[in-house]
């Protein structure tokens, strides 16, 4: 039965004092719940990765997401380590004064046209 709070299966501090929490299983980045990488760097800024047997994985949220000493805002959005969303932009980049940068994918095809609506299939029955 796994353990439910298990704190992070590796522990890095650096010289300049930014700390890495990392949860394994059988050696690869994964976690339920909560992001299997986070990084706190000396500056103030941190990233955090959620991961699904070594890929970068989440289905309700950016799967990658960094935040900046700045104030800036990097999110990216994945599936099996595929750039991915379905219903918004899988890349997005907030700046502290609200300009933003936009990519759209759609499994690991990036979508140039926002207006971009995948056809229905339509079966049509042989008579």
């Known amino acids: ?16 004092g930014t700390r890495i929490e990392q949860w394994l299983r059988e050696g690869l980045l994964h976690r339920i719940g909560g992001p299997a990488h986070i990084e706190v760097r000396a500056d103030g800024g941190r990233s955090m990765g959620w991961y699904r047997e ?13 935040i900046y000493p700045d104030g800036t805002r990097r999110e990216r959005w994945y599936i099996d380590d595929v750039p991915h969303r379905a219903d ?4 997005i980049i907030v700046r502290p004064d609200g300009a933003r940068v936009e990519e759209w994918w759609i499994g690991g095809h990036q979508v140039k046209d926002k207006c971009f609506v995948p056809a229905p299939v339509q079966v049509v029955a042989k008579t």
């Open 54 to 66: 070594g890929k970068l994985h989440r289905a309700d949220g950016p799967a990658w997401l960094d």
């Open 1 to 16: 039965m796994a353990t439910i709070n298990k704190g992070p299966d590796r522990i890095e501090v650096g010289a300049d």
């Open 88 to 91: 918004g932009p899988a890349c």
